[in-house]
């Protein structure tokens, strides 16, 4: 029997979708739950990667899973944001400074 595949896609890829080239996006601003309701209109997207610090923090949690489960999607991946600051540009935890890798594992844990 064949199994379904499963896919998920970061909540970022339908919002303004900026990038290197364009840091200020190529459409205008969405809404959380904006991203969400272009994710759902996606055939067999069954989940959704939330980055922590840009959709998902410390003090919003429990609001933003309930967010993506109440428009039917999983969390799939919660990404820590360890590449958007150059002092990430010699790696996070591998780094050579002993501060920056502490600070990723910060980022990293949780604190529930």
């Not at 820590?80 to 935890?93: D, M, R, V, Y």
Request: include cysteine; charge should be neutral; proline fraction near 3%.
């Amino acid at each position: 029997m064949e199994e379904k595949m499963k896919f998920s896609s970061t909540a970022v890829a339908f919002g303004s979708c900026a990038d290197r080239y364009v840091l200020g996006g190529y459409s205008p601003q969405k809404r959380f739950e904006e991203m969400l309701g272009a994710a759902k209109k996606v055939p067999d997207l069954e989940g959704v990667e939330l980055i922590g610090g840009w959709q998902l923090t410390d003090t919003n949690a429990h609001q933003v899973v309930k967010k993506v489960t109440d428009s039917g999607l999983k969390v799939s991946m919660i990404i820590p944001e360890l590449w958007s600051s150059a002092k990430w540009g010699q790696g996070s935890f591998a780094a050579n400074d002993q501060k920056i890798i502490e600070e990723g594992l910060k980022l990293f844990k949780s604190k529930e």
